[in-house]
């Protein structure tokens, strides 16, 4: 069975920075990998989406890559700022829309 | 416009009880989604309906889960006999087709609570 792997449990980083989060995979490529944000005690909301036939996707201050073979996506956040404290989810969607969640990357920036 | 809405937010069940949850999705969205979503964990698929059939339920833990979407809109999820491995957040997300993707909208969730 597929399964995903977020790196370290938590990432503290200094306002004005670059996050970078991880998110490794393994068995097969799915047709799209998404990054979503969660914070606590409200449902996951979509940020990225990244196609399999893409490297790259930016949108503001955030950058999705797409590695095929090397199975992995890097989630990238320019100019953090505290109000990006969140847990943030890959997920890996295949056909018909069923999707696998990674257990998600806690980031804390601090001012 | 308004989201997704699942209620009740909160739900104690002592072991043993039935409990019903209640999804509405975005009006009009196709596909529904429920995900239970253990303390520290992301979220797992649990089943998936488009329209008013059940396509995928090959997340659900046990026969005591059951979920039903009959007239193609507000969904419910059902757990017989609530044990405390049960207890968990239980999202529920409906979703627009762009092309082949599915754009998933998260409710708030549901957290059971099982004593």
């Known amino acids: 069975s597929q399964k995903i792997e977020q790196n370290s449990e938590a990432l503290n980083i200094q306002e004005g920075k670059t996050a970078t989060l991880t998110c490794n995979y393994t068995n097969y490529s799915p047709a799209y990998l998404q990054w979503y944000r969660q914070d606590p005690g409200r449902g996951p909301v979509f940020l990225l989406l990244i196609r399999e036939n893409e490297k790259e996707k930016r949108k503001e201050r955030l950058k999705v890559t797409f590695d095929t073979t090397l199975k992995q996506s890097l989630f990238h956040i320019t100019a953090s700022q505290p109000a990006d404290s969140a847990t943030y989810l890959c997920a890996l969607e295949f056909n018909a829309g069923k999707s696998t969640f990674g257990d998600g990357t806690t980031l804390t920036v601090k001012p | 416009g308004a989201g997704v809405s699942q209620s009740p937010r909160y739900k104690v069940a002592k072991r043993g009880q039935d409990v019903a949850l209640r999804c509405d999705p975005i009006?009009?969205?196709?596909?529904l989604f429920w995900y239970q979503q253990a303390l520290g964990q992301g979220p797992e698929f649990l089943t998936y309906?488009?329209?008013?059939?059940?396509?995928?339920k090959s997340g659900l833990p046990s026969d005591r889960f059951f979920a039903e979407r009959p007239e193609g809109s507000v969904s419910t999820l059902k757990i017989q006999r609530t044990q405390q491995e049960d207890s968990a957040v239980y999202l529920c997300a409906s979703s627009s087709i762009s092309g082949n993707h599915y754009e998933q909208y998260f409710g708030p969730g549901t957290r059971l609570t099982v004593t």
């Open positions: 309906f488009q329209n008013e059939a059940q396509l995928d």
């Open positions: 009006s009009g969205h196709v596909s």
